[in-house]
């Protein structure tokens, strides 16, 4: 198990993040309020002057600098239009229905962004942009990384501001790029809400960091998502409940929105610690499991962080959802499938739960297994581990694995890419899969919380 580490390099993904993102904006913004709180007032000035003055100074500029409103509408993504495969790939059809094409460009250090297209709903801002460069544009990472980690590591990470305040932001980031030319990006960046949004806002989007050059990237609009919203479904519940009443960890937990939209559906949870309710299953209304998309988390000492937790439903007019924690002591065993086995094939994880296996092809390059959820299981990224015929685990084999979610099935997409050193001698000794399973597994329905959606 020497090399075992390699194989859990995807966990990272969702470790537990200590600092949270937008810690310093918000002292900055609490700090800037107590100052204002501190100044003097100034003698008045008489109402109707000041509103002369706004009229005549303020009006023009308004008028010359105003964004133009966009609305979310159908039109073709340019992102779209490369031969390759795209990280979500299966929301390009609501993308395309519900979108902006915008066409603003801004510029520092030799470096111009352009925002193409934008695709704004209750859940998530997704911004499609094409990034040219003076200089060569080089990539991150090693050369033996996968292309489309060294891709995502070179792309720009934008944060935003809603009518002139700061967007707390989930605590993932996900991205997704491609290179042009050599001085020329498209990427794309996927951002979820944690509060509701109105339908009209002014959205500004910048970073101050581009191919690890600072500098000042700012680009405002003004976004109208009234077409798209009236296909979502939003509640803000603010439900403050208690689980770990039976004596294990206690949780205070605030459910603060549950929304099903067409870029993605959410649950966000509310909670101060460094251990926060991040182990459970959703249900819906109709008695089905829906896969829950593990991710990174904030946690805090200090604050009550709210953390984003995406799922795919089934259907999207479900009348509720009920949030079942888990009660496990987190200890795993290996299981064995033998790839001589027919397909689809059930891989049992607990005594309720399974993922299926549909399919498993392997090349000189890398192994893809794809699988679907059946039944309740952890939010964990699963994983298969090549082993031989006598069980044994091959573990060096893969240094590089990731989990791809399709946002419309539910269908989960392993790739394992093989290090450098395998030979196909190695791969031909590859006659099954190993997998991790729990059965210290138990669903604590006492303490379920059922959220209405209407």
């Excluded at 259907?315 to 064995?336: A, C, N, V």
Aim: proline fraction near 5%.
């Amino acid at each position: 198990m020497n090399n075992f580490d390699e194989m859990i390099k995807s966990k990272a993904k969702a470790e537990k993040i200590y600092v949270p993102s937008g810690f310093c904006e918000r002292i900055d913004s609490i700090t800037d309020g107590m100052r204002k709180k501190n100044v003097k007032k100034s003698r008045k000035v008489p109402a109707t002057w000041v509103a002369a003055v706004m009229l005549l100074v303020i009006t023009p500029v308004i008028a010359f600098a105003s964004p133009t409103i966009i609305n979310m509408k159908e039109g073709v993504i340019s992102y779209f239009n490369a031969p390759k495969e795209f990280r979500y790939m299966s929301k390009q059809a609501e993308y395309e229905k519900y979108n902006a094409k915008v066409g603003i460009s801004c510029e520092d250090n030799g470096i111009t962004i352009t925002l193409d297209n934008i695709a704004v709903d209750d859940n998530y801002i997704n911004v499609f942009y094409t990034l040219e460069s003076m200089d060569p544009i080089e990539l991150r990472g090693s050369e033996d990384t996968p292309l489309k980690w060294r891709l995502r590591g070179a792309a720009p990470v934008f944060w935003y501001k809603v009518n002139g305040r700061y967007v707390e932001p989930a605590a993932q980031v996900e991205t997704d790029v491609y290179l042009v030319n050599q001085h020329t990006m498209k990427g794309m960046q996927r951002f979820a809400l944690l509060d509701q949004l109105s339908n009209n806002f002014k959205l500004e989007m910048y970073t101050d960091e581009v191919l690890n050059t600072q500098g000042h990237w700012h680009i405002v609009v003004n976004v109208d998502k009234s077409d798209v919203a009236v296909e979502s479904t939003t509640v803000m519940p603010n439900l403050k409940v208690t689980i770990g009443r039976d004596g294990t960890y206690t949780h205070h937990v605030t459910v603060k929105k549950v929304s099903i939209s067409p870029f993605g559906s959410q649950i966000v949870l509310s909670e101060r610690g460094d251990n926060i309710l991040d182990n459970f299953a959703i249900k819906d209304d109709r008695g089905n499991y829906l896969p829950v998309i593990p991710a990174p988390l904030h946690i805090s000492h200090i604050f009550k962080m709210d953390n984003s937790f995406e799922f795919i439903p089934k259907s999207r007019d479900m009348k509720s959802i009920t949030l079942i924690p888990i009660i496990t002591d987190g200890q795993s065993e290996f299981k064995y499938f033998d790839l001589k086995n027919t397909l689809p094939a059930k891989l049992p994880v607990n005594d309720s739960g399974s993922y299926v296996l549909t399919s498993v092809q392997m090349d000189d390059e890398k192994m893809v297994a794809v699988l679907r959820q059946d039944g309740p299981v952890p939010i964990s990224n699963f994983q298969v581990i090549p082993s031989d015929a006598n069980e044994k685990l091959l573990q060096s084999y893969v240094s590089h694995i990731e989990n791809e979610y399709d946002r419309e099935t539910g269908a989960i997409t392993f790739t394992g890419y093989w290090a450098d050193d395998v030979t196909q001698e190695d791969l031909n000794k590859i006659a099954g899969l190993s997998y991790f399973a729990n059965y210290d597994f138990k669903l604590n329905e006492a303490e379920a919380i059922t959220i209405k959606l209407n």
